[in-house]
């Protein structure tokens, strides 16, 4: 039985770690080795975007930002992994498109098995295409993580008062409780319109102002009337 005194003695029931050679250390080592040679998620950085758009989900060649590490405390970084899959919000034939940019950081997951087979085969059921197992190359993007320096330049923002979507040449479209406001112009929940810029109507290639075109009888109308 232990004292409870911290000392190196063996204990009944468990193994010395005293010795580097002991088999305690030695199946810790193999069971570290092992471990460590199955990849579950990791973050990388986007080196190159292929595809892209509407019609053609893209694919991304990465490098892991978390050096690797030898026995030694040596490190050094990580080559490319290619060709890995990005998620989309899709459901059925609806989807939201926002495709990664080269140099964005993010967080992928590692598949079990290589499913390289089934990426090829527009991921329609396929037999592995190796016997690796839980390896970078069979990543998955799922999206970014944020950096303080990347300010952005166009969003949609949920706010507690409503929602807003601003684009990245600062058209914005913003919703309250009290309607819609497109660049300024503002439409109220029963469909009210108030424009603060100059409103024209066109037909059959003639622009009419509505603020200032004439009646055949009477002048046009008066502001704030």
Known sequence: M??????????????????ASSDGNLHRFLMDQGLG?????????????????????????????????NGAGKSRSHGTVFS??????IGGDSVIINDPRVGDVGIFSVLDRDHSSAQANDWA??????????????AVYHGPLPRKGDKPKQWIWFKDDGVEIQDRNENTLVGGKGGWKLNGVEIDRDGNIKA???VTAKSKGTSVSVSGHKHP?????TPGT
């Open 2 to 19: 232990s004292s409870g005194a911290g000392d190196d003695k063996d204990v009944a029931g468990q193994l010395s770690r005293v010795g």
């Open 37 to 69: 040679e199955h990849r579950t998620h990791f973050a990388a950085k986007i080196v190159a975007v292929h595809g892209g758009g509407r019609d053609s989900p893209p694919i991304v060649d990465i490098q892991p930002i978390v050096k690797q590490m």
């Open 84 to 89: 890995i899959p990005v998620t989309r919000n």
């Open 125 to 138: 059921e396929a037999n592995p295409g190796s016997k690796r197992r839980g390896s970078m190359s069979d």
């Open 196 to 198: 603060p810029g100059e």
């Open 217 to 221: 009888s009477t002048d046009k109308p």
